[in-house]
């Protein structure tokens, strides 16, 4: 009976050991909090991010203070119309107020904040600033090392600029350990130039095959994203856009990666 106890206990902790740790993530491009109606409604936008369930959005589009959005701080009111905790970047001066990224922490997620940035991004033809907002993360739920998270948004006309921002991201990371994730709106599609300049670079796309997210009435193409650089092992869980074309003018996109 002992015996039995013993091998039962340590199958059990082998169990425990291979079990995998799952992280949600979402990239949304929010449009200001403005829908295909040309309303801005932030519950459509509540309502989504609850829907997807994930423990880390990254936003792109998020204005504070703006005078197109009605003096709002469109991520603090996130924030409180889904329970989590925000953190916005700013990537430029606009309407009276701040234009730029964000993210959102679900608050029992077991993943902490334990710094943040903001990372203006150097492009020579770029009309329009752009930045890397950063995160970085520790969770009392795994063994893994620092966490880190980008949420940004490129340049949409000079695939020059998105090239650029690739090397910067590239440059930003290589001197650091653990474990990134990349996510957001690089307006461009899986085989372009600057998708293959991060893959050149040692990122992985989880994807096995295009996750079209705009044009939100019929998606035909690719241009947001949840890219990984790490030396952990990890898979992909599950990938999915929301069909919530009504919210947006970019389909919300899942990303679900596990570590063992």
Sequence with gaps: MRSFILIFFFVSLAGCASAA???????????????SDKVLNLERIADVIKESKADIVALQEVDKLTSRSGKRDLAHELSELTGMEAIFGAAMKYGGGHYGNAFLIRKNSGWLITSHKTHAIPAPNEKEPRCLLEIQLTSEHTTMRAL??????????EETNRVASA??????????KGTFILIGDLNATPQSPPLKALLDM???????KETPTVP???????IDYVLIRTDEKWKAAEIKTLNRPEASDHLPLITVIEFP
């Design 148 to 157: 880190t998270v980008f949420s940004t948004h490129w340049c949409n006309s």
């Design 202 to 208: 040692g990122w992985d796309n989880p994807a096995d």
């Design 167 to 176: 090397k910067f991201t590239n440059e930003l990371v290589s001197k650091q």
């Design 21 to 35: 740790e799952p992280i949600r993530f979402l990239s949304y491009n929010i449009h200001a909090g403005v829908g």
């Design 216 to 222: 939100v009435s019929s998606p035909k193409r690719q």
